[in-house]
């Protein structure tokens, strides 16, 4: 429960902005179209509310509105559960002694550890690593407490050039998560401090984290006040319990170090790679050792659920993922409990098993009710507005929508926000190609980067065509590789005789994400040539 103590005619969600309140998304940045930022008021009325359109007023309590997916507490991918990180993040002596290939059993109080994180624009990801064995001894996870300014980067730009303040709020916010969830895991290994938090994020993420303007990046020729790979105090910064922090350097304002730091880990320099990270932000470079091409699309955050009617994250009650049997339609329930909204890769599902059921046409458009096979019927949903009982199908004007479980539903308006976006991915690919000057045929190697990339269904991707159908069987999912990268990139200890050396930094993993950087080109999209037609040529879907 949250009292406000205020007097001025400002909005709950301001009020909960200002104040470093995570209370609620606001996936719109609080422009009142997407209907998410709701509220309880408790007093002095019992009233669900949009934050965004309600005065905060003195004396008012609020809490969040409640449900069954609260209480996230860890991710697992694109996946939150509420069970507890790591068995060995507790308060005992055995479990703050590790088993070390190189020390045998070494107390745990005494070791100078790391931590790694990836900040992402809708999730943050943190780790604290063994510097000898890189295990992950802790970890912490959750919903980047910058959403309350909007779901994507564009609108974070733009809400930092509004307002200072706005530029300290969401620096504080990012920086006094990250630093209170290391302060608690360190002290719960018996730890006093790290020697260096690795950094890994998008441009635009990075410059909210170093309480720099992303101005820049929002404006043609889109360059950025920073590309980072440099080392700042953690003090400076606002880490506490922390020496120093190493940001990874990015090629551009819309191609940071969460792609230069997943592409150093998980890609070999003598194969032609295809690297994607589709997210709120769709990122994606192309080539082998010695060049590379990269591209960033406006995908939106269509993917990771947000501005979809019923989209959530992938945390307790989402649907994940929807398939056919015979002629009924199944889905899956993240923590099997009732289903409160679907998320990014059941939304795919969806729209695949909507294509081969015949329930959408190759334009995206639910069909007319008698253009439907019989068996299908029952998932759609019309709503007549003119109440014409004499028609058996209401006319085309009439909103429909399709039931993937009885309470949960995807619209008209969901399933073009899906087209758009995978047509921005797919004309991305394209143009990379094209550049690179060689045919899907020559790539070796597709590596789908990303919770969200780690959870899709590769075969529903290409069925929608979010991947070329053709280079589905050299696709992987490589996970967040964005913080396996931030991991590798952490100290590493190297011995001389009976003496051991501290290193800081991996230099070999600094050496070769350097590498990537320097022989690597950005292309601009939304100036290229032909851009706006590629795009078009993927707005359909392919229907049987």
């Not at 889109?222 to 020496?243: Q, R, S, T, V, W």
């Not at 049997?325 to 599902?349: M, Q, T």
């Not at 209401?394 to 047509?423: C, F, G, M």
Request: charged share 25%; aromatic share 6%; hydrophobic share 40%.
């Amino acid at each position: 429960m949250i009292k406000i103590d205020r007097t001025d005619k400002k909005s709950i969600l301001q009020y909960c902005r200002e104040n470093g309140i995570d209370l609620c998304p606001a996936p719109c940045g609080g422009k009142g179209i997407c209907g998410k930022c709701k509220v309880h008021v408790t007093k002095p009325y019992d009233k669900v509310v949009l934050a965004c359109k309600t005065e905060a007023v003195n004396g008012m309590e609020i809490a969040p509105v409640r449900d069954e997916s609260e209480n996230m507490v860890v991710l697992q991918g694109d996946k939150v559960s509420d069970d507890t990180v790591d068995e060995k993040d507790r308060h005992d002596d055995l479990d703050r002694r590790i088993v070390s290939p190189k020390d045998g059993i070494r107390d745990r109080s005494s070791d100078v550890i790391c931590a790694a994180c990836d900040i992402g624009t809708t999730t943050v990801v943190c780790s604290i690593i063994d510097p000898v064995t890189k295990d992950v001894l802790a970890s912490r996870a959750g919903a980047n407490p910058q959403r309350s300014f909007g779901a994507d980067v564009v609108s974070r730009i733009e809400a930092a050039c509004a307002d200072d303040d706005n530029l300290k709020t969401m620096n504080n916010a990012i920086v006094n998560l990250i630093s209170g969830w290391i302060t608690d895991m360190i002290q719960k290994l018996g730890v006093e401090k790290i020697k260096l938090l690795t950094v890994a994020a998008n441009t635009t993420m990075c410059h909210l984290f170093a309480g720099i303007s992303p101005e820049k990046i929002g404006k043609a020729p889109f360059m950025p006040d920073e590309l980072f790979g440099k080392e700042y105090k953690g003090a400076g910064i606002g880490i506490l319990n922390c020496e120093k922090v190493y940001i990874i350097p990015a090629v551009s304002g819309y191609v940071g170090g969460d792609i230069t730091a997943g592409m150093a880990e998980c890609i070999d320099a003598d194969e032609m790679t295809l690297y994607l990270d589709i997210g709120t932000n769709g990122e994606m470079a192309l080539g082998r050792g010695g060049k590379y091409l990269c591209a960033a699309t406006a995908a939106g955050p269509a993917f990771e659920g947000a501005q979809i009617e019923m989209g959530m994250p992938g945390q307790k009650g989402a649907i994940d993922k929807v398939w056919l049997e015979g002629r009924k339609i199944c889905y899956s329930v993240i923590g099997n409990v009732r289903p409160l909204g679907i998320c990014g890769s059941g939304i795919i599902d969806a729209v695949a098993v909507f294509l081969d059921t015949g329930i959408i046409d190759e334009n995206g458009t639910i069909k007319d009710m008698a253009d439907i096979p019989l068996w299908y019927r029952p998932y759609v949903e019309v709503f007549d507005d003119e109440d014409d009982d004499e028609d058996i199908y209401p006319a085309e004007t009439a909103e429909k929508v399709v039931h993937i479980s009885p309470e949960v539903i995807l619209n008209q308006d969901d399933i073009r926000k899906i087209q758009l976006a995978k047509s921005a991915i797919a004309a991305g690919i394209d143009v990379l190609i094209k550049e690179y000057g060689i045919t899907y045929k020559e790539i070796d190697r597709v590596c789908l980067a990303g919770g969200f990339g780690n959870y899709l269904d590769q075969k529903s991707a290409a069925r929608i065509g979010l991947i070329p159908e053709k280079l589905l069987k050299k696709t992987v999912s490589v996970g967040n590789a964005a913080q396996k990268g931030a991991i590798a990139t952490a100290y590493i200890y190297e011995d001389h005789g009976s003496k051991t050396e501290t290193k800081i930094l991996n230099k070999d993993i600094i050496n070769k994400t350097n590498a990537i950087i320097s022989t690597m080109a950005y292309i601009e999209l939304s100036t290229y040539p032909g851009f706006d037609e590629m795009y078009v040529s993927h707005i359909n879907f392919t229907c049987p």
